[in-house]
């Protein structure tokens, strides 16, 4: 919790919102959000943050993974269809990326995810300690200004927080087309408690290609991929 304030108030940036959602996006939000959204997460509903164990959210003792930021909710889907025996937890504050994800679910039929419409480090905060098999930073908020760096997930105050939910040996993912983001990246997670794998512009054998990366390769940019283990 390294920047809660004692009233519960922490620093965020970024978009909450966007253009007006479709009646059909509404819909799915009122219908389908709370049944996949897991109680403990959000600091008003619990506000001496104690744990959540996974096995409460899935029911059961799969391997949980973490989604950091799942923006339409193509990766998190495809993930879920592809590995049903594991539990997908997604966090993104933005309600548009909620919307579109819930649309994405309804349409996949896939009931092994779980969402939270906010902030990544709420979930961090309460999850135990090594409860996380394998986390994704896919196309983060690249924060170009060099004055806005900090702002980054690809920082401590994000990063020992992902360290201490990740089981030793997790992996941790992150794929994104900005040059200065793979330096940062490079720099601060290994001090973090990770070592670096691989980097480069293949992408793993699973990934599948999301809106933000199509994105990226029609404005000329080439996407890069990192992949970190948990020391």
């Known amino acids: 919790m390294s920047d809660l304030t004692r009233e519960g108030w922490r620093n965020f940036y970024g978009r909450r919102f966007g253009k007006t959602l479709r009646t059909s996006q509404k819909t799915w939000l009122a219908q389908d959000l ?57 966090c993104e504050p933005f309600v548009n990326g909620v919307a579109m994800l819930l649309g994405r679910i309804r349409a996949a ?9 906010g902030d990544a480090r709420d979930v961090m905060d309460v999850l135990p ?5 394998k986390a994704f930073l896919n196309y983060p908020d ?3 200004k060099r004055r806005h760096h900090r702002r980054r997930f690809v920082t401590p105050d994000h990063l020992r927080p992902l360290a201490r939910v990740l089981a030793p040996g997790a992996e941790f993912r992150i794929a994104t087309d900005i040059a200065d983001y793979v330096r940062q990246a490079l720099e601060e997670v290994p001090k973090a408690g990770f070592v670096l794998e691989a980097s480069g512009g293949v992408p793993w054998p699973d990934w599948i290609s999301t809106r933000y990366e199509q994105k990226a390769l029609r404005e000329g940019r080439t996407p890069q991929y990192l992949t970190f283990r948990r020391g």
């Not at 001496?48 to 799969?62: M, Q, S």
């Not at 039929?109 to 419409?117: E, R, S, T």
């Not at 300690?129 to 098999?133: K, L, M, P, R, T």
Request: hydrophobic residues 45%; charged residues 15%.
């Open 109 to 117: 039929g896939v009931g092994n995810l779980a969402v939270y419409p």
């Open 142 to 144: 690249p924060w170009p």
């Open 34 to 90: 709370d049944s996949l959204r897991p109680a403990g997460f959000a600091l008003a509903e619990n506000p001496d943050r104690l744990p959540v164990e996974p096995g409460t959210i899935f029911g059961d003792a799969r391997p949980v993974w973490l989604e950091i930021g799942f923006g339409g909710g193509e990766h998190m889907v495809h993930m879920a269809a592809t590995y049903p025996q594991v539990g997908v937890i997604g």
């Open 129 to 133: 300690e090594g409860a996380v098999a």
